[in-house]
């Protein structure tokens, strides 16, 4: 591959618990490039959520190399880690996180203030961004009063705010339904064409799989298989 985006090389990842040490990550290779949508299965402990969290400089590797960009994160400072996590990374987790007091449109624009947009101009760009993900409507909700799947395209907008080159997100479908998984899939699968944004997608849900450009199977902190897919399918095609 030319040029990736995400170059892990040879990352472990052990926990030391009293005596016990546990391998969650066991030497993985991987290689991500610019726009790709990577679907990452394996069943629960296999190491999904640690690989998601040190491409995104959330934790260090015991041992092993994650390249972003050429760059060696592994090697960053906490100044410089943080710097990335904000300027380069879009996470969208499980339990969507969204901070209570807020609307949704304040929720987005928290994040671009952090990045040092002044109010106006994170008001309107809030606004685009929710309208991407369907809920410019809801922009003065506060998250008590979004469903589960409006709360996560919340959260998909506000993880696309500083246009991240990486978005990183764990299980967003866990907590929907059907009807409501589908639209949150469609929001990240349409931000990855139309934005060229990079997609990594942790799942245990083996019918999202059919639409990445590749399915990396992790199995006891270690990769499994890859399946490349030339046609990857629609998220309306997907059956589940
Ligand atoms: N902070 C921690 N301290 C000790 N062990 C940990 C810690 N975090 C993860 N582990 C262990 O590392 C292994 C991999 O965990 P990880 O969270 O990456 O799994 P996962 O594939 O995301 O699982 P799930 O699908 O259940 O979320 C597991 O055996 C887990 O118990
Ligand atoms: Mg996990």
New binding site residues.
Partial sequence: MNNPLILCRDLTRQ?K?GAVT?H?LRGLNLEIATGEFIVLL?P????????LNLVGGLDRPTGGAVLVGGEDITRYNEKQLTRYRREQVGFVFQFFNLIPTLTASENVEFALKLNGSNGRSAASRALELLDIVGLRERANHFPAELSGGEQQRVSIARALANHPALLLCDEPTGNLDVKTGHQVLQAIRDLNREEGTTVIL?T?NTAIAPMADRIVR?SD?QIDSITVQDEPELVAELAW
Avoid: C, E, R
């Fill in positions: 926990y618990m546990v969650a394996g629960s402990g296999s190491g999904k959520t640690t690989t942790v245990h992790l902190g």
